[in-house]
């Protein structure tokens, strides 16, 4: 795997992880970018919502778009993931205890 694809799986389970544990499983872009970057994931806003959009494909999460200020929101099967409970292909699994 290369290290774009690692960096991908870990910014996938890292905004996951951050609408699990947000008030209403809901954050919007600038709050996780910001997040990610404190997490050593130096992505972009366009890059967040790339990931965001893949997620959503997935089933994992939903997102709405306010002119251009993107909103996502955890669904069930996300959280899951999240937690560690099932496993997800692209998406790297959360180490126990975390």
Do not use: C, K
């Not at 795997?1 to 499983?25: G, K, T, V, W």
């Not at 919502?49 to 306010?66: C, S, Y």
């Amino acid at each position: 795997m290369s290290y774009a694809e690692e960096l991908r799986e870990h910014a996938r389970i890292a905004i996951l992880r951050m609408l699990a544990d947000a008030p209403s499983y809901t954050s919007n872009v600038s709050m996780m970018t910001d997040l990610l970057r404190r997490f050593g994931i130096g992505y972009t806003r366009d890059q967040v919502v790339g990931e965001i959009r893949w997620l959503e494909e997935q089933g994992l999460l939903n997102a709405e778009d306010h002119h251009g200020f993107v909103i996502a929101t955890a669904t069930v099967r996300g959280v899951e993931v999240a937690q560690g409970i099932v496993t997800y292909p692209g998406v790297q699994r959360p180490r126990p205890g975390n």
